[in-house]
């Protein structure tokens, strides 16, 4: 990733809602190191559910292209 790209992705919109999402969920890099390893003892034991990559991709691109539907609606 160059530097102009690193700078559009961090001034774009997504990029800041998500850190500032992330930011209230972990206040603190405790935080964050705690619910990581919470959820790490929790996948061991099996009661993390996960996802195969390929539904996961699959998910995020319908959830895209209803994105970019909804926004050529708005603009028309």
Do not use: W
Request: aromatic content about 10%; hydrophobic content about 30%; overall charge negative.
């Amino acid at each position: 990733m160059t530097a102009k790209e690193r700078l559009e992705l961090e001034n774009s919109q997504a990029y800041k809602d998500y850190k500032e999402d992330f930011l209230k969920r972990y206040p603190t890099k405790e935080s964050y190191y705690t619910a990581l390893s919470e959820d790490l003892k929790a996948y061991k034991e099996g009661r993390l559910e996960t996802f195969p990559i390929e539904g996961l991709a699959e998910e995020i691109m319908k959830e895209v292209e209803e994105e970019c539907e909804n926004k050529a609606h708005k603009t028309v």
